[in-house]
């Protein structure tokens, strides 16, 4: 549902819409997505589907100029045109897109820095790999776990540019335009929730003061260490006891309107049923923060 709205409000030219404790919370990559489909008046499965044919050929293709292998592509272009995320069960969720996001931005980067002959077309494969890097990081807010496989990915290609000679003119050439266009993305992200919502920004859950708040309270350790529980009860509640600021919260995580982020984690953590369990403490901390009035805009909520 947040998705759906983050893509009304694109779709009707209301940027991400009014703010409030959901809107940055998490990447509106796949909401452009849903977007996209409305724009184009195409089914939202049919324009996955689309995409992932797409990212597969793509990916299949670069592969065939590298090794050379007919059988080998065929065999990968078969292999990961029925991936099985890409036919989903009816839900409308972001993963449907992200690893076929994530196989353009590689096989792009492998065209710029292995395939290609000339200056040209190492920046416009760099250009795409940088773009779709940066829609795949405004998707899913973990994109973190690619930077080793991007670095590997780069060390291979200094090894190889250094002994040919073209280390300046062709590797140097490759990366630059990759984090320009990659930076680009993320600025003008940025800049747009600064002219619509009064700060230079990006998500929230990035956003540092937000961060901090979380290691803080996720440092208190008080009673027994409770697997998969961020901040226990106990916690909480000596927590009460010191913070001005968390104690304003206190009668939202004591009232029933906090139920609905216990309930989802007992049916995975049977043993922490009266926890906020895994990533539902973060939801929660948001919305008792809401309720104290303080998600009117990013600066307040900062």
Not at 17 to 41: C, N, R, V
Not at 135 to 154: H, M, Q, Y
Not at 160 to 178: E, I, M, T, Y
Not at 221 to 229: D, F, L, R
Request: hydrophobic share 50%; with cysteine; proline share 3%.
């Amino acid at each position: 549902r947040l998705f759906i709205n983050l893509a009304h409000s694109l779709s009707s030219g209301h940027w991400l819409g009014h703010y409030s404790q959901y809107t940055l919370m998490k990447g509106p990559g796949y909401a452009f997505f849903l977007a996209l489909a409305h724009q184009l008046s195409l089914p939202l499965y049919l324009l996955t589907a689309i995409f992932h044919c797409i990212a597969v050929s793509f990916f299949a293709w670069c592969l065939y100029k590298l090794s050379q292998s007919k059988v080998l592509s065929i065999i990968i272009f078969c292999s990961l045109l029925v991936l099985p995320m890409a036919i989903s069960n009816g839900r409308v969720i972001r993963d449907q897109i992200y690893p076929d996001q994530l196989l353009i931005a590689f096989s792009a980067l492998i065209c710029s820095l292995f395939i290609s002959r000339t200056s040209v077309k190492r920046a416009f494969f760099a250009v795409i790999s940088g773009l779709i890097f940066a829609w795949f990081g405004l998707t899913r807010e973990e994109g973190i776990w690619v930077v080793p496989t991007v670095v590997l990915l780069l060390l291979f290609a200094l090894v190889h540019f250094w002994r040919s000679g073209n280390l300046k003119q062709s590797f140097l050439s490759s990366v630059l335009v990759l984090a320009l266009s990659f930076f680009s993305i993320n600025i003008a992200f940025q800049l747009v929730n600064w002219q619509v919502y009064g700060q230079f920004t990006s998500l929230d859950i990035k956003e540092k003061n937000f961060k901090a708040a979380l290691a803080a309270l996720q440092s208190v350790q008080e009673g027994e260490t409770i697997s998969h529980v961020p901040v226990s009860q106990k916690a909480m509640a000596r927590i009460y006891e010191v913070s001005p600021q968390f104690v304003k919260l206190k009668p939202y995580f004591d009232s029933t309107d906090s139920d609905v982020w216990l309930i989802p984690g007992c049916q995975f953590y049977s043993w922490a049923c009266d926890e906020y369990t895994g990533g539902w403490f973060i939801w929660a901390l948001r919305e008792a923060t809401a309720s104290v009035g303080y998600y009117q805009n990013p600066i307040k909520a900062a």
